[in-house]
C-alpha cells in the first residue's frame, strides 16, 4: 500500500504549467521508486538476453571505438592527447560519452517505444527515460573495468581528482536525463526527433572534447564551446580518472546549465505527460 | 462517503482532416503544406459528463462503441488527464484494463510479476508477500519458471488478470478483462471481484457483457454519444439498453447516420379520443414526424413494433396498403398509421421508425429507445389480440365463408 495513498484526495484535472512544477510530482516519484528499480535492472537483463556475449557488449562498444580513433588520429593526424598515451586518453572520453549517447538515444525512444503501456497503464513517465539513464549508469560502470586495466597497463598515477569522478557522472546523468526527457516528449508528437537523433549526436560527439582534449579550443570560442555541459563533464571525467588537475571553470559551467535545464525539462515533461497517451 | 467524483468533464480529441485531393483549390503548395502541418477537427469524446460514486458501491457503466466509456476509463486510471472539468478520487484506484499490461516476453512468468506488479503500482515487498498467491491463482504450473513468450494466450491472460487481482485498491477499475479465459476461469474473476466488492470496495465496471454488470453492480450508468443518457438501477437501465441496442442494431445503426436529406423527428402514439391511454384492442394511431432539409420523392416510411428482446412483432408501412410513392416537400411534416384495434398485449414494446428510398436505400433511422406501453384493454389470451365476434352456427353441417366487416353477404365491398 501506499503510504501517503488513501489518505490524499487526488484531483485529476487539465495539465496547467503549475501543477507540472511543483514538488509533489516529485514525492510521487518516490513512491514508485521500486517500478524505477525493477525496470532499471529490467533493462539490464533483456539487453542482453539472447546475446551470447552479454554484458560484454557495454565494454566492446567504447572499446572498438577506441581502436578505431586511436588509428586514426594517433597514428594519421596525431591529435594532441595532453601527455598520456592516445588509447587511454580517446577510451577516457569514450567511455563517459558513450554513456551519454546511448542514455540519450534510448530514452528519446522510451515513450513511443512503450506506447503499448503508456496507453494502458498510469505510472510516473518520466520513469521510462530514468531508467534507460540508469542502465547506461551501469554500463558505464561495466565499461570502467577496462579503464582500470588500460590504467594499470600505462601505470597511471592514483590521485585525489578521482573523487571528481563521482559528481560529475551524476552531473552527467543529470544531463543525459534533461535531453531524454525533452526528446522523449517532443518525439511523441514527431517522429522526426528519432530520425535525426543519430546524426545530431554524432555531430555533438565532435562538439564535445571527447577525442581531443578541451584545452585545443581556441580562446575565443571558449566560452560558447563549455554552454555544451558535456564539455566540461567529459574533460573533467578524464583529467580526474588521468590524475591531471580538472579544469573548475569548464565543469562548474557544464554544472550550471544542467542545473537549470533539468527542472525546465523536467515540468515540460510532467506538462507534456499528462496527454501523452491521446497522441502516442 | 464519496469515493469518487466527477465533475463536468469533456476530452476533447483532436482528428486529423484528410489531407487534400489533387482536386482541393490551392495546388501542390497548400498540398504540401497540409502534410507538414495538418489541420484538425475537434472530436469530443466526452461531454460534461458528471457523477459521484460512494464509498462500496459497485457502478457498471454500459453503452455502444464510440460512446465514451474507454475514454472515461483512461480519464479515471489516469492514463490521460481531461480538457475541461476535474476528477477527485478518495482511494487507491487501480484499474484492470488490459491484463498482461507491461509483460515482457523474454522474462520467465516469475520475473514479469515483478515487473508487471510493479507498473500496476505494487511495492516489491508487496509483491514478494503475494507471490505464491498469485502463482497458485494463476494455475499455469511449471510455466510460471518459462519466458511468457511460450505461453498459451491463456496462461498469458490467466498470469495477468492473477497479478491485477492481487492488488489492493480501494477503487477498482474493470474493462471486459473478463471476456477472456475458460468458463472456470472466468467464475474465479468473477468470484475475486464479488470477494472485493463484499469487502467494501468500489467497484467501476465497464463491459458490453450486460448480464455480468446487471449480477455485479448495484447501479448502471448508461453512455451514449461522450453523454450518460441514463443513471440507475441495473435492471432499468441494461433494459433500456438492450431496447435501444435490438432497435439500433436490426434497423440500421442510428449513431452517427449520414445525412440524406430527410430524418424522422419523432414518434407519437394516440389512444381513442378521451382516453390518452393505449389499450390492446382499441384503436391505436401513431404519427411519425419528418424534416426533410430538400424534397424528395419515392419514400417509404416504415414503423417497426419489437419486444425489449429484439423480436419483430408487426410493421406498419406507408406502401402496404397502397403501393402509391410517397414525395416528401422539403420542410416539416408527417404521416399517421391508423389501426383500427390494436393487436399487442399489454407490456412495453419498442418502436422504430425508418424512411427509405423505394429502392430499399435506408435514409434515416429513429430508434431513440422510443417505448410503446400497451394497457388493459380487450381481454385477450394468447401472443396477441385478434378481433372477433361470435355466433350460434345456422347451418347444420357447415361453416359460413369469412367475410370483411364492410363486405355485403355477396362478397362485395359497400
Not at chain 1, 531524454?180 to 546524426?199: C, E, H, N, T, Y
Not at chain 1, 573533467?236 to 550550471?256: C, E, I, K, Y
Not at chain 2, 502534410?35 to 460514486?53: E, G, H, I, Q
Not at chain 2, 491463456?154 to 477498482?172: C, E, K, N, S, T
Request: net charge positive; glycine share 10%.
Amino acid at each position: 500500500m501506499h503510504p501517503s495513498a488513501g489518505v490524499s484526495v487526488r484531483v485529476l484535472a487539465p495539465p496547467t504549467w503549475r501543477s507540472a512544477a511543483t514538488w509533489s510530482q516529485v514525492a510521487r516519484l518516490g513512491h514508485y521508486r521500486d517500478l524505477l528499480s525493477t525496470l532499471s535492472r529490467h533493462r539490464i537483463n533483456v539487453r542482453y538476453k539472447q546475446s551470447k556475449l552479454g554484458a560484454l557488449w557495454a565494454v566492446l562498444q567504447p572499446f572498438t571505438m577506441m581502436l578505431v580513433f586511436t588509428a586514426v588520429f594517433a597514428r594519421l593526424v596525431h591529435v594532441p592527447s595532453e601527455g598520456v598515451p592516445y588509447a587511454l586518453f580517446a577510451y577516457a572520453g569514450l567511455l563517459p560519452w558513450t554513456c551519454f549517447s546511448s542514455a540519450v538515444s534510448n530514452s528519446t525512444n522510451s515513450l513511443v517505444g512503450h506506447a503499448q503501456l503508456v496507453t494502458k497503464v498510469f505510472f510516473p513517465r518520466e520513469i521510462l527515460p530514468l531508467s534507460y539513464v540508469i542502465a547506461a549508469g551501469v554500463d558505464l560502470a561495466i565499461g570502467a573495468a577496462v579503464l582500470v586495466g588500460l590504467a594499470i597497463y600505462y601505470s597511471v598515477p592514483l590521485t585525489a581528482e578521482l573523487w571528481f569522478v563521482v559528481p560529475i557522472v551524476a552531473v552527467l546523468g543529470g544531463y543525459a536525463l534533461a535531453c531524454g526527457l525533452v526528446l522523449s516528449a517532443v518525439q511523441v508528437r514527431f517522429r522526426d526527433v528519432g530520425v535525426a537523433l543519430p546524426i545530431a549526436l554524432q555531430l555533438l560527439m565532435f562538439a564535445s572534447p571527447v577525442l581531443y582534449p578541451l584545452r585545443v579550443v581556441p580562446a575565443q570560442w571558449r566560452t560558447l564551446y563549455l554552454l555544451n555541459p558535456l564539455a566540461g563533464l567529459i574533460d573533467g571525467f578524464r583529467r580526474s580518472v588521468l590524475g591531471m588537475p580538472v579544469d573548475g571553470q569548464a565543469l562548474l559551467v557544464g554544472t550550471a546549465v544542467t542545473m537549470v535545464a533539468l527542472p525546465l525539462a523536467y515540468v515540460a515533461f510532467k506538462y507534456a505527460d499528462v496527454t501523452v497517451a491521446d497522441v502516442i | 462517503m464519496t469515493e469518487l467524483e466527477v465533475t463536468n468533464v469533456s476530452k476533447r480529441y483532436w482528428l486529423p482532416k484528410p489531407i487534400g485531393s489533387a482536386v482541393e483549390p490551392g495546388g501542390w503548395a497548400r498540398r504540401a503544406w497540409s502534410r507538414v502541418w495538418p489541420s484538425y477537427d475537434a472530436f469530443w469524446a466526452l461531454r460534461n459528463v458528471s457523477f459521484t460514486v460512494a464509498r462500496g458501491e459497485a457502478v457498471g457503466v454500459i453503452g455502444p462503441n464510440g460512446a465514451g466509456k474507454s475514454t472515461l476509463l483512461k480519464l479515471l486510471s489516469e492514463i490521460t488527464a481531461p480538457t475541461t472539468g476535474e476528477i477527485r478520487l478518495h482511494g487507491r484506484l487501480s484499474a484492470l484494463i488490459e491484463v498482461g499490461s507491461g509483460f515482457h516476453p523474454e522474462l520467465t512468468g516469475r520475473e514479469n510479476v515483478f515487473l508487471s506488479g510493479s507498473i500496476l503500482g505494487m511495492r516489491r515487498a508487496e509483491i514478494v508477500a503475494k507471490l505464491d498467491q498469485i502463482i497458485a491463482f494463476a494455475g499455469i504450473g511449471d510455466f510460471i519458471d518459462a519466458p511468457v513468450k511460450w505461453y498459451s494466450s491463456g496462461m498469458y491472460v490467466r498470469l495477468g488478470f492473477a497479478i491485477a487481482a492481487h492488488l489492493d485498491p480501494q477503487i477498482l477499475l474493470v474493462d471486459e478483462a473478463l471476456a477472456v479465459g475458460d468458463e472456470a476461469f472466468q467464475r474465479k474473476c468473477y468470484e475475486r471481484i464479488a470477494a472485493l466488492r463484499s469487502a467494501g470496495k468500489t467497484i467501476i465496471f465497464i463491459s458490453h457483457d450486460l448480464l455480468s454488470v446487471e449480477r455485479l453492480c448495484d447501479r448502471v450508468i448508461l453512455m451514449q454519444q461522450g453523454r450518460i443518457a441514463l443513471d440507475g438501477p441495473p435492471s432499468q437501465v441494461v433494459a433500456a439498453y438492450r431496447r435501444a441496442v435490438a432497435a439500433g442494431a436490426m434497423f440500421g445503426d442510428s449513431a452517427g447516420q449520414a445525412d440524406r436529406g430527410v430524418s424522422v423527428t419523432g414518434i407519437r402514439f394516440c389512444g381513442r379520443r378521451g382516453d390518452v391511454e393505449i389499450r390492446t384492442g382499441f384503436p391505436f394511431n401513431v404519427r411519425v414526424s419528418y424534416l426533410a432539409s430538400r424534397p424528395i420523392d419515392d419514400v417509404v416510411i416504415e414503423v417497426w413494433y419489437t419486444t425489449h428482446g429484439g423480436a419483430v412483432l408487426q410493421c406498419e408501412q406507408t406502401t402496404a396498403r397502397s403501393s402509391d410513392g410517397l414525395d416528401l416537400p422539403a420542410g416539416a411534416g408527417g404521416v399517421e398509421f391508423c389501426c383500427e384495434a390494436l393487436g399487442l398485449q399489454p407490456g412495453a414494446y419498442a418502436v422504430v421508425a425508418r424512411i427509405l428510398a423505394r429502392n430499399g436505400t435506408l435514409l434515416h433511422v429513429f430508434a431513440a429507445g422510443s417505448a410503446l406501453i400497451v394497457g388493459p384493454g380487450q381481454a385477450s389470451r394468447g401472443q396477441f389480440y385478434m378481433p372477433y365476434t361470435w355466433r350460434r352456427a345456422r347451418r347444420p353441417a357447415a361453416i359460413e365463408p369469412a367475410r370483411f366487416a364492410q363486405e355485403s353477404p355477396d362478397g362485395l365491398k359497400v
